[in-house]
C-alpha cells in the first residue's frame, strides 16, 4: 500500500479515528487475518461464517498492528479504531457477505474498497501503475498467472493468490500495490449483473481482458445473455483509447467479439482465426499436452514452447501476449516469458508422475462444463501421444456447481462426451442427481460395464484406485471446489510417492 498514516485513511473512508494519533503510519500489509499481520499493518474487522473480526481486534493491535477498521468501537482495547460509516447491508449484494448479518461487514468491506481505490488512483497518477483486469466463464486464474509471467519480464507485478478475485481479493490484492509496483493484474468475477462493475471501480483498469462467455454460473444468472452482459462490464469500464484503453477480446468467442461495440477502448483481437489480430499458427502439443505454437501479431512473430498444459492454454497465453503487447513489450520478449510460465495456482491442471509411473492431473480447484471439457480433451491426447498403444486413462469426476435448472443435463452430457473420447475407466464421486446423470450418461453413451463406478465419497474413490491403478495409467481428477476432490490426487501421490 502507499504511505499513509492513520488520520489519511480515516479521511479516505468517512471514518472516525479513536485511540489513535492520526500522524501514526500505516507501514504494513493490510489483513484480515490477525495471523498474517506484520507490525505496522492494517486490520479489517470483517465477519466470516465461523469468527467475527471484531473478537480479533485486542489480538491484532498487541501484535503491532497500527489501527484496526472496524463497523463498531471494540470496548477495552488499547490501540488505534477507525469506526467506519454504517452502511445498509441490502445496497450491496457482495456474495462475500453471506455472513454479514447486522451490516458490518458491508461497511467495513466498503471502506476496504475506498482506501484501495484512493490508493490505486495515487499510484497510477504519480507512479504510472498500469491496471489489469481479466474476467471469463473459465481459464481467468490461468490466464492471470501468464500475463504476471509475460509481465514480470517488464517490471514488478502484483497479482492475487489463486483465485482470490471477489469483493474481499480484489481490493486486498490491490492494496497491495505500492509505488514500486509497475503493473497490478486483477481478476474480476461475478455472481450477479453489476458484480464487475462494482468491482472495476474499485482499481480502473486500463487494460481489459474478456476471455469466453461460458456456463459457469448459469443458475444464478439465468442465461448466456446474463453472463455476456455482465462480463462485458468489464470493457465499458475502460478508458478510451485516447487514454490508453486497450480491451483483449477472445474474437474465438462471437458473444465476446461483440464486445468491441461496448467500448471505446482500442480493441485488440486474439483467436486461432486468421483474422485475429494476435493469434496462434501451427499449433502442436507434445506428449504432455504441452502446446507449441507461432505467436502472430501486428508487429511481427516468434515461437513460444508452453510449459503449462492442456490445448486450451493456447488461448489464454494469447490474452497474456496481447496484454504484453499493450504494455509496450515486443514479441520476442513475451514470446519468451511465456515460455518459462508454469503453473502458479495450484490444482489447476497440475500434472505430477508417481515413482510406479502413474501420470496424475489434478484440475480439481473448480469446473464448468467448458473446463470439464477442456481437461477431458488433454485427458484423451495424452493417452494417445508417444506412438505406441494407447495409455489407460482415469477420469475421477465429480459436481460442478452452480449450474441451477441445467445442472443434470449438463452432467448427463459430461458423461457422453468423455465416452466419445474414450476414457478408460470413470468415477463419479457424490450422490446427487447431477453425479447420478454423469454416470448415467455414460453408461448410455457406451456399453460400459466395469469401466464405470459411482461412488458416494473420495475416500471410496482412493480406495478404487489404490486397488486397480497401474502403471502407466494417466488420472484426472477434476470437480468444483466446494467438492474437494483434490484430496483424491493427493492421496494416490503421497501413497505412491513422486517421480524423482
Known amino acids: 500500500m502507499i504511505d499513509l498514516t492513520l488520520g489519511e485513511i480515516a479521511g479516505i473512508v468517512g471514518g472516525r479515528l479513536v485511540g489513535g494519533d492520526p500522524s501514526t503510519a500505516v507501514t504494513g500489509t493490510v489483513e484480515f487475518d490477525s495471523r498474517r499481520l506484520t507490525p ?11 469468527v467475527d473480526g471484531h473478537d480479533f481486534v485486542a489480538r491484532a493491535l498487541d501484535a503491532g498492528a497500527a489501527g484496526a477498521l472496524v463497523a463498531h468501537e471494540v470496548d477495552g482495547v488499547g490501540g488505534a479504531q477507525i469506526v467506519v460509516p454504517a452502511v445498509d447491508r441490502r445496497e450491496t449484494n457482495a456474495m462475500a457477505l453471506a455472513a454479514d448479518t447486522d451490516g458490518s461487514g458491508a461497511a467495513v468491506l466498503t471502506a476496504l474498497g475506498a482506501l484501495a481505490r484512493a490508493s490505486v488512483d495515487r499510484l497510477v497518477a504519480d507512479h504510472g501503475l498500469v491496471v489489469v483486469g481479466v474476467t471469463g ?43 514500486d509496483t509497475d503493473f497490478l493484474v486483477l481478476e474480476l468475477s461475478a455472481r450477479a449483473p453489476g458484480n464487475i462493475r462494482e468491482l472495476a471501480a474499485l482499481a480502473p483498469p486500463r487494460v481489459g481482458v474478456v476471455l469466453n462467455v461460458g456456463t459457469a454460473h448459469l443458475g444464478e444468472f439465468g442465461s448466456r445473455e446474463v453472463i455476456a452482459a455482465t462480463k462485458g462490464e468489464l470493457v465499458e469500464a475502460l478508458p478510451d483509447a485516447a487514454h490508453g484503453g486497450v480491451a483483449v477480446l477472445n474474437a474465438d468467442d462471437d458473444r465476446v467479439a461483440a464486445m468491441a461495440g461496448r467500448t471505446s477502448a482500442e480493441v485488440v483481437t486474439v483467436g486461432l482465426g486468421g483474422s485475429a489480430d494476435v493469434r496462434a499458427e501451427r499449433v502442436r502439443l507434445d506428449d504432455e499436452v504441452r502446446a ?22 493456447v488461448g489464454n497465453a494469447l490474452s497474456a501476449a496481447a496484454v504484453g503487447l499493450a504494455c509496450g513489450m515486443d514479441v520476442e520478449r513475451i514470446a519468451a516469458a511465456l515460455g518459462t510460465a508454469e503453473a502458479a495456482s495450484e490444482r489447476r491442471m497440475d500434472v505430477r508422475v508417481t515413482a510406479d509411473g502413474i501420470t496424475v492431473i489434478n484440475d480439481s480447484y473448480n469446473a464448468n462444463p467448458d473446463s470439464m471439457r477442456a481437461a477431458l480433451k488433454s485427458l484423451a491426447v495424452m493417452a494417445r501421444s508417444g506412438g505406441g498403444r494407447p495409455r489407460r486413462t482415469w477420469a475421477v469426476l465429480g459436481e460442478m456447481a452452480e449450474l441451477g435448472e441445467d445442472a443434470v443435463i449438463e452432467h448427463d452430457l459430461i458423461g457422453r462426451f468423455l465416452v466419445r473420447l474414450d476414457v478408460s475407466q470413470l468415477v463419479v464421486v457424490g450422490l446427487g442427481r447431477p453425479q447420478r446423470a ?25 480406495e478404487i484406485l489404490d486397488s486397480r491403478l ?18 483424491v490426487a493427493e492421496r494416490v501421490l503421497a501413497a505412491r510417492g513422486e517421480e524423482k
Open 137 to 179: 466463464s473459465s481459464g481467468k486464474t490461468s490466464t492471470k498467472d501468464l500475463i504476471g509471467a509475460v509481465l514480470s519480464a517488464a517490471g514488478t507485478v502484483v497479482a492475487p493468490p489463486g483465485s482470490f478475485n471477489n469483493e474481499i481479493g480484489h481490493p486486498w490484492t490491490a492494496l497491495r500495490a505500492d509505488e
Open 470 to 487: 497401474e502403471p502407466g495409467d494417466i488420472v484426472l481428477v477434476k470437480a468444483s471446489a466446494a467438492v474437494g476432490l483434490w484430496s
Open 438 to 462: 454423469m454416470f448415467q450418461g455414460a453408461i448410455q453413451e457406451g456399453s460400459w460395464g466395469s469401466e464405470a463406478e459411482h461412488v458416494a465419497t473420495a475416500e471410496e474413490a482412493v
Open 40 to 50: 505496522g499493518g492494517l486490520f479489517l474487522a470483517l465477519p466470516g461464517e465461523r
Open 292 to 313: 507449441s505454437f507461432t505467436l502472430v501479431t501486428p508487429r511481427g512473430e516468434a515461437e513460444v514452447a508452453l510449459r503449462v498444459h492442456g490445448e486450451h492454454q
